[in-house]
Nanobody
Framework: QVQLVESGGGLVQPGGSLRLSCAAP????????MSWYRQAPGKERELVAS????????FYSDSVKDRFTISRDNAKNTMYLQMNSLKPEDTAVYYC????????????WGQGTQVTVSS
């Protein structure tokens, strides 16, 4: 059973920073394409950023490009999202997702962590 555990969310002022973590103990982490999604109240869940299995390729949505950085440490089975210059519109529940590179129909989700950007 694949378990993904997000942490690092919280309340931050506009312009501040947070670093989210997604821990994935007990499975072949390096085989999975990892992503961060977010869902704001009343809105659909949207893709924020993705990273390939070896970190050679990353993707960012236009809304977070140049402010957020996705990374992973395969030795620690952990993915990160460094969020800088946060804006109120970044307020959402952030979810991590693991998609099996050997079977892209197979994916897993974490339970989410709340990020609130407010003064």
């Amino acid at each position: 059973q694949v378990q993904l555990v997000e942490s690092g969310g919280g309340l931050v002022q506009p312009g501040g920073s947070l670093r989210l973590s997604c821990a994935a103990p007990g499975f072949t982490f390096r085989r999975y394409i990892m992503s961060w999604y977010r869902q704001a109240p009343g809105k659909e869940r949207e893709l924020v950023a993705s990273i390939s299995t070896s970190s050679s390729s990353t993707f960012y949505s236009d809304s977070v490009k140049d402010r957020f950085t996705i990374s992973r440490d395969n030795a620690k089975n952990t993915m990160y999202l460094q969020m800088n210059s946060l804006k109120p519109e970044d307020t959402a529940v952030y979810y991590c997702k693991a998609r099996d590179s050997a079977d892209t129909n197979l994916s897993y989700w974490g339970q989410g962590t709340q990020v609130t950007v407010s003064s």
